[in-house]
């Protein structure tokens, strides 16, 4: 059921009807298409650049996550700061999951990446650092310790930086990896 799309009026008569439907199709099928309808509004939101827009696709998640809306509503911000650009909310987002969700290490890495490669705000690369030094302490391999040196050359720290991109040449090396880019 989640492969075809629908409009605005047909979506809001699915989600008024989910339990008439999860009856025909099964619980996984209406989840599956409830989900790809929310995120067609936050897609919306970010094609739009409209906080206006995030905040009804905010509101739908709470109408329609259960005890699952908090999660979706951290992802749902801080995907949208991310797809526009808007790095100071971004970083408050993913604070927010780091705090409330307690993401992988190699989840942090990807928040921290990105951070790296679009952001020059001392401030928030500094909170990359941060995030990142726990990653590190926790999973200590080559994608992570390179993310690690990286923010720390860019945060100016040069000594720290040359140390772990050292340890990052080491462990990407003994790990038959690639890296010529650190």
Not at 10 to 21: A, E, P, W
Not at 51 to 76: C, I, P, W
Not at 117 to 143: F, H, Q, R
């Amino acid at each position: 059921i989640s492969r075809f799309n629908s409009d605005d009026k047909i979506n809001g008569f699915f989600l008024n009807n989910m339990d008439r439907y999860r009856k025909l199709y099964g619980k996984d099928a209406i989840d599956d298409k409830k989900t790809d309808i929310l995120y067609g509004l936050l897609s919306k939101a970010i094609k739009d650049k409209s906080e206006k827009e995030l905040d009804k696709s905010l509101a739908m998640v709470d109408k329609y996550m259960g005890e699952k809306a908090g999660k979706y509503k951290r992802f749902f911000r801080a995907r949208y700061y991310d797809k526009i650009e808007n790095w100071s909310k971004y970083v408050d987002a993913i604070e927010k999951i780091i705090e409330k969700d307690k993401p992988s290490p190699n989840k942090i890495n990807e928040f921290c990446w990105k951070i790296y490669e679009k952001v020059d705000d001392p401030a928030i690369v500094n909170k990359a650092v941060n995030w990142m030094k726990s990653a590190v302490e926790k999973e200590p391999d080559y994608a992570k310790t390179d993310t690690y040196a990286s923010l720390l050359f860019k945060a100016g720290n040069y000594p720290e930086a040359k140390m772990w991109a050292e340890k990052a040449i080491t462990l990407g090396t003994d790990g038959n990896v690639s890296v010529e880019t650190t």
